[in-house]
C-alpha cells in the first residue's frame, strides 16, 4: 500500500496539524524521507475518543462470533501486509528481519488465541445462583452475573516490540476481543509500521461491518496527545509499555481524573536469575553460554531481559563466570530502537561503572563507526554493593548484567528480600539443589510473576497459562498479565443482574444458555449441552 502520514480516525484518514514528524532509522543514524507524518492533537483525541465511546454499545453487541472473526481478519490483513510490513519495521527499528518475521508470526498467533477465547466464551464469567423463593430465614433472588468490557480503551504502543506490543499487539487484541473499543497511540519510533498496521485493523472493522470507532490510531507528541488521551472520559482504561517514568506519568494522570480509570503499565524489571550449587558445579560452562544468548538477544532490549545473577562465591561461579565473559567477547555490538534509548543504555553502563567495588570482566565487540549500537557488558560485584546501590537494581535496557557474589545461601535469601516487584525470576538448579530452592520459592512468589527453572527469562510463550505480569514497578498492577489469554481479565468487570427477566438478561446467563458457554449454577460447573 502507499504509505502516507495521515492518521486513521475510525474510517476516516486525518492528517494532523500539530507538526509534522520524519520516521528515523537507528542503523543509518538518518531519518526516513517518506512519508512526512501529521501530529494530531487534542481535536483528534476528542474525535478518535467521541466514535469510540459511541461505537461502544454496539460493537460489544455484536454477536461474539463477529468480534472473533474481527481478530481473524485483522490477522490475515497484517499477512497480507507481506515484505512491506517487514521492509518497514526493520528500517524504523534496526532489529533484524528474521527476529520480525516472528514477531509477526507471534503477533497473528496472539490476534488468533484471543479469537478462540472470544469464540470459547469462558471470559464472560458466566455464573447463575438460581432463586430460592423457600430459602429460611430469607429467600433467595435470582442473581446472575456476565462479565462486560469496560469501555473505550487507550493503548500506547512499546517501541522494542513494533508488532506484538503494538498497534495491533497484546493490549489491542485483548480489548478488542472483551468487546472494548481501541484507541492507539503510535509510538513514535515506528509510526509507518504503525500506520500499516492501523490499516490493517481499519480495513478488518469495515469488512465485518462493524461500527465506525472501533479502533483509531493516532500520531502525537506523547505528552500532548498522549496525556490528553488518558485524561479524556470517554477512555476507561488504558494499556502501556515502556519506561517506569512514562508508566508513572500516566497513572498519576488517570488517578487524577474525576473518575479515575487503571493504567495497566508494564515498566521495568531486572530478572533476576539464581544459580544454584549443584547446577553450577555440573554445568557452569553451558550455563553461562545459554545466559549470554539470552542477555544479548535482540540487543537486550526485553522487558525479561537477565540483568543480575546471583549465586554463592567459589571455584564454581568463576567458572561460570569465565564461561560467560569468553562467549560474550564476541558477541558484535547491535542497533538499538532509537538513538534515546541507546543514550540511556549508555548512561546506564558508565552509572554501573561508576560503582565502587562493580568490576567490568567482559565487553563485547566495540560499535566502531556504527551508530547506536550497544556494545555488551558483563559487571561482578560483591553481595554487600547490590544492597547498598541504587544503580545496580535499575533495569538498564540493553545488554548487560551483574553477576553478584553472595557469602552463603543465607545471604542469596536477604538478596532476595530486597528485591523490587519483578516480571520474572529463573531457577538454574539440579535435583540437589531442591532443597534450597523450596526455602527461597516463597520469597520469588512475593516478588515475580513467572518463576521458571533451568531455561532463560526471554522468550514470552502466548498460551492460557502465561503470566507477563509482576509486582510494582514490574507493572502498574500484579493482579494481571500482559500476555496469553487472560489479558483480557484487565478490561472485563462484573455485572450482577438480580431478578431480570430472561429477555433482559445478557445472553451468557440466558436459561437456554444460547451462547453455548460454560457456567457455574448453584455453585456447579455446568457444560454447554453438545
Ligand atoms: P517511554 O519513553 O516510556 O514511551 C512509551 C510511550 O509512552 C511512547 O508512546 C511515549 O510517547 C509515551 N509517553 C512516555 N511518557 C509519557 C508521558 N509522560 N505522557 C504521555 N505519554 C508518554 O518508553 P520507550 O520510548 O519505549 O523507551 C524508553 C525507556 O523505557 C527505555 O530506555 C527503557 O529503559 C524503557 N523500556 C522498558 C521496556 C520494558 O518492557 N521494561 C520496554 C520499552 C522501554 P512518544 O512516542 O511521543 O515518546
Known amino acids: 500500500m502507499t504509505l502516507n502520514g495521515e492518521m486513521l480516525i475510525g474510517f476516516a484518514a486525518v492528517r494532523g496539524n500539530e507538526g509534522e514528524r520524519l520516521a528515523f532509522n537507528p542503523a543509518t543514524n538518518s531519518e526516513i524521507a517518506e512519508?512526512?507524518?501529521?501530529?494530531?492533537?487534542?481535536?483528534?483525541?476528542?474525535?478518535?475518543?467521541?466514535?469510540?465511546?459511541?461505537?461502544?454499545?454496539?460493537?460489544?453487541?455484536?454477536?461474539?462470533?463477529?468480534?472473533?472473526?474481527?481478530?481473524?481478519?485483522?490477522?490475515?490483513?497484517?499477512?497480507?501486509?507481506?515484505?512491506?510490513?517487514?521492509?518497514?519495521?526493520?528500517?524504523?527499528?534496526?532489529?533484524?528481519?528474521?527476529?520480525?518475521?516472528?514477531?509477526?508470526?507471534?503477533?497473528?498467533?496472539?490476534?488468533?488465541?484471543?479469537?478462540?477465547?472470544?469464540?470459547?466464551?469462558?471470559?464472560l464469567g458466566a455464573t447463575i445462583d438460581r432463586a430460592q423463593p423457600g430459602r429460611q430465614p430469607l429467600p433467595r433472588a435470582d442473581l446472575r452475573l456476565a462479565k462486560m468490557p469496560l469501555g473505550p480503551v487507550a493503548v500506547f504502543g512499546a517501541s522494542n516490540f513494533p508488532l506484538a506490543f503494538s498497534v495491533a499487539g497484546g493490549d489491542t487484541a485483548a480489548a478488542l476481543a472483551a468487546g472494548a473499543p481501541v484507541i492507539v497511540k503510535a509510538h513514535s519510533a515506528h509510526l509507518g509500521t504503525s500506520k500499516l498496521v492501523g490499516s490493517a485493523i481499519q480495513k478488518a472493522?469495515?469488512?465485518?461491518?462493524?461500527?465506525?470507532?472501533?479502533?483509531?490510531?493516532?500520531?502525537?507528541?506523547?505528552?500532548?496527545?498522549?496525556?490528553?488521551?488518558?485524561?479524556?472520559?470517554?477512555?476507561?482504561?488504558?494499556?502501556?509499555?515502556?519506561?517506569?517514568?512514562?508508566?508513572?506519568?500516566?497513572?498519576?494522570?488517570?488517578?487524577?481524573?474525576?473518575?479515575?480509570?487503571?493504567?495497566?503499565?508494564?515498566?521495568?524489571?531486572?530478572?533476576?536469575?539464581?544459580?544454584?550449587?549443584?547446577?553450577?558445579?555440573?554445568?557452569?560452562?553451558?550455563?553461562?553460554?545459554?545466559?549470554?544468548?539470552?542477555?544479548?538477544?535482540?540487543?537486550?532490549?526485553?522487558?525479561?531481559?537477565?540483568?543480575?545473577?546471583?549465586?554463592?562465591?567459589?571455584?564454581?561461579?568463576?567458572?561460570?563466570?569465565?564461561?560467560?565473559?569468553?562467549?560474550?567477547?564476541?558477541?558484535?555490538?547491535?542497533?538499538?530502537?532509537?538513538?534515546?534509548?541507546?543514550?540511556a543504555y549508555r548512561a546506564g553502563a558508565h552509572g554501573t561503572d561508576a560503582v565502587r567495588g562493580v568490576v567490568k570482566v567482559a565487553e563485547g565487540e566495540p560499535a566502531g563507526e556504527r551508530a547506536n549500537?550497544?556494545?555488551?557488558?558483563?559487571?561482578?560485584?560483591?553481595?554487600?554493593?547490590?544492597?547498598?546501590?541504587?544503580?545496580?537494581?535499575?533495569?538498564?535496557?540493553?545488554?548487560?548484567?551483574?553477576?553478584?557474589?553472595?557469602?552463603?545461601?543465607?545471604?542469596?535469601?536477604?538478596?532476595a528480600e530486597h528485591f523490587e516487584g519483578q516480571l520474572t525470576v529463573t531457577l538454574q538448579i539440579d535435583p540437589a539443589d531442591v532443597a534450597e530452592a523450596k526455602r527461597l520459592l516463597p520469597v520469588l512468589e512475593r516478588k515475580a510473576g513467572r518463576i521458571l527453572a533451568n531455561g532463560f527469562p526471554t522468550g514470552v510463550e502466548v498460551c492460557d497459562a502465561m503470566v507477563h505480569g509482576g509486582p510494582y514497578p514490574s507493572t502498574s498492577n500484579s493482579m494481571f498479565t500482559s500476555v496469553g489469554a487472560t489479558a483480557i481479565d484487565r478490561f472485563l468487570r462484573p455485572v450482577c443482574y438480580q431478578d431480570l427477566p430472561d429477555m433482559l438478561l445478557p445472553e451468557a446467563v440466558r436459561d437456554a444458555n444460547p451462547l453455548g458457554v460454560w457456567r457455574l449454577v448453584d455453585g456447579e460447573p455446568s457444560a454447554p449441552e453438545a
Open 35 to 123: 512519508p512526512v507524518f501529521g501530529m494530531g492533537g487534542v481535536a483528534e483525541v476528542e474525535r478518535a475518543a467521541s466514535l469510540a465511546a459511541n461505537a461502544f454499545d454496539r460493537y460489544r453487541a455484536a454477536p461474539l462470533a463477529k468480534r472473533a472473526a474481527l481478530l481473524e481478519a485483522i490477522a490475515e490483513h497484517i499477512l497480507g501486509l507481506g515484505d512491506e510490513l517487514i521492509d518497514r519495521a526493520h528500517a524504523e527499528t534496526g532489529l533484524p528481519v528474521q527476529r520480525l518475521q516472528g514477531e509477526r508470526a507471534r503477533t497473528v498467533g496472539q490476534l488468533r488465541l484471543f479469537a478462540k477465547v472470544v469464540r470459547d466464551g469462558h471470559f
Open 205 to 343: 472493522v469495515k469488512e465485518q461491518g462493524l461500527p465506525e470507532g472501533t479502533f483509531s490510531l493516532l500520531f502525537g507528541a506523547g505528552r500532548q496527545l498522549g496525556e490528553a488521551l488518558v485524561s479524556h472520559p470517554a477512555v476507561k482504561a488504558v494499556g502501556f509499555t515502556g519506561s517506569r517514568q512514562g508508566g508513572i506519568a500516566l497513572m498519576q494522570l488517570a488517578n487524577a481524573r474525576p473518575e479515575p480509570i487503571p493504567v495497566y503499565a508494564e515498566m521495568s524489571s531486572i530478572n533476576p536469575v539464581f544459580l544454584f550449587p549443584a547446577a553450577l558445579a555440573n554445568r557452569a560452562e553451558a550455563i553461562g553460554n545459554a545466559f549470554v544468548e539470552s542477555l544479548t538477544m535482540g540487543a537486550g532490549q526485553f522487558c525479561t531481559n537477565p540483568g543480575l545473577v546471583l549465586a554463592v562465591d567459589g571455584p564454581d561461579l568463576e567458572r561460570f563466570v569465565d564461561a560467560a565473559a569468553t562467549a560474550l567477547t564476541s558477541k558484535p555490538a547491535q542497533t538499538m530502537l532509537t538513538p534515546g534509548i541507546f543514550d
Open 373 to 415: 549500537a550497544a556494545q555488551a557488558v558483563l559487571y561482578v560485584t560483591e553481595a554487600a554493593r547490590l544492597l547498598a546501590s541504587s544503580e545496580l537494581k535499575a533495569e538498564m535496557f540493553g545488554p548487560a548484567s551483574v553477576v553478584v557474589r553472595a557469602r552463603d545461601f543465607d545471604q542469596l535469601l536477604e538478596l
